[in-house]
């Protein structure tokens, strides 16, 4: 699908213009900006694609526009076009064998991230001002972090899924790209219905310290320009160390069915893993029930990776189910007791570099493995996280998250915009470059 401008991000372009204001003075909030949306949501006189050629083939034209897309339009911003997802949206990578993979504008020999990838990469590239993704399993999150931009998941439940092709409606949620915190924050005014927040300091700012160790890269580059802009800004006194992994195992008691699933090792967190088996489960027994007709139906044609998870997805047998949703419950509640109404949770987004291309499928497996422990931390908890970029290291992108409890999401969204400037301070620093 790639032109030569438009790095492969693409689905199809066209132009859906903002309805005009109800009188010439009102100045509406995303006036002039642009956007794309994944191929996911439904745009009416368009078939909705889900990264897959025979789905097209198989379903009608939308009747109607989803609602997310109709409030960015409502806000005053234009449309101008549908990006390109991986395939059925099951994949965190960004590699679709049917429509190409759209070019990573931080690093062309590396993976975009998915499955929103023509998403990120539109606003990475500077194509649009903002984009709209979906994020199940993490899949705002690793392209924002890969395309070094900001994502942001909210919290689950918050703006509306209607019009968007499901994958598993536990995990599912809207999620958005930009390139700067103001715009990322002027939309999630437009889409969030929640009450507007003042800004408030955070208190405290835990940084879970096993996570960070998950990292590949020097742990400081990433931790520590946070840290020392939290500092900065608010004191030293709000930042607290946790090994979340510890917490988790302590007050998740439903976690002990997935421990042989979620095996340790020196690059593992036990509890994390076995937080990532039950999210997974669930998710695939939700996608057999959202696709399996279909899938065992027409027999797509699909790439091998894909084809592997969706199978397994279908022929899986579903016993424990109920033990997946008293995770959710506990770890949510676990979660709410640790944060508060105004604590912020501090993760690596991913633990370590982005793949390059056509990485090995054995070592993407690990990587992809590691990513989920931290991925679903929010997954599982429903609360909302926001991906930051935190500028290059050996010339590719890294960033940190920040997670509130949920329903917090305005407060998170002021909290990135206040707390960014400093951030850019530290990153620009030759101490900070020279971890």
């Known amino acids: 699908m790639e032109t030569d401008c438009d790095y492969g991000a693409f689905m199809e372009k066209f132009i859906v213009e903002p309805p005009p204001p109800s009188s010439s003075s009102q100045q509406l909030p995303l006036s002039g900006l642009t956007f794309a949306v994944k191929d996911i949501f439904d745009v009416e006189g368009y078939v909705t694609g889900f990264g897959n050629p025979e789905w097209k083939k198989t379903h009608p034209a939308a009747k109607s526009t989803a609602p997310a897309v109709l409030a960015l339009l409502g806000a005053g911003a234009t449309c101008v076009g549908k990006t390109v997802l991986d395939e059925m949206a ?26 929103s990838s023509g998403s990120a990469v539109a606003v990475g590239a500077k194509l649009v001002d903002l984009s709209l993704g979906t994020d199940t399993g993490g899949s705002v999150r690793v392209p924002a972090s890969y395309c070094g931009i900001f994502g942001f998941r909210p919290s689950h439940g918050v703006v509306s899924i209607a019009g968007v092709t499901p994958l598993a409606q536990s995990f599912d949620t809207v999620g958005w790209f930009a390139r700067d915190p103001t715009i990322l924050n002027k939309v999630g005014r437009v889409l969030l219905s929640l009450p507007d927040v003042e800004m408030v300091s955070p208190s405290p700012i835990i940084i879970a310290e096993d996570c960070f160790q998950l990292l590949s890269i020097p742990v400081d580059r990433v931790k520590q320009v946070l840290v020392k802009s939290v500092e900065k800004l608010f004191g030293g006194n709000i930042i607290k160390y946790l090994d979340l992994g510890d917490y988790v195992k302590e007050n998740v ?39 399996g007709e279909w899938v065992t139906t027409v027999n797509p044609n699909l790439g091998p990776a894909i ?94 998250s920040l997670l509130a409890k949920h329903g917090s999401d305005r407060f998170l969204l002021n909290l990135v915009e206040t707390l960014y400037g400093t951030i850019k301070e530290e990153i620009g620093s030759p101490e900070s470059l020279s971890n």
């Open 90 to 115: 099951y994949s965190i990578d960004g590699e679709n064998i049917h429509y190409g993979t759209p070019r990573n504008p931080c690093a062309p020999d590396r993976v975009p991230g998915g499955s």
């Open 253 to 291: 008691p439903s976690l002990m069915h997935f421990k042989s699933q979620g095996a340790g090792g020196v690059h593992n967190i036990p509890s994390l893993m076995a937080l990532s088996s039950a999210m997974r489960m669930l998710e695939r027994y939700e996608f057999r029930n959202n696709h």
């Open 307 to 400: 084809a592997e998870r969706v199978w397994e997805a279908i022929t899986t047998m579903y016993e424990h189910i109920d033990l997946c949703h008293s995770v959710k419950t506990e770890f949510r509640a676990a979660l709410t007791s640790l944060l508060g109404d105004f604590s912020v949770l501090a993760i690596p987004t991913v633990p370590g570099l982005l793949p390059k291309l056509q990485t090995d499928p054995a070592a993407l497996a690990i990587f992809r493995a590691r990513a989920f422990s931290l991925l679903s931390i929010a997954g599982v908890s429903g609360f909302c996280q926001v991906n930051i970029p935190l500028g290059l290291h050996d010339s590719l992108p890294v960033s940190v």
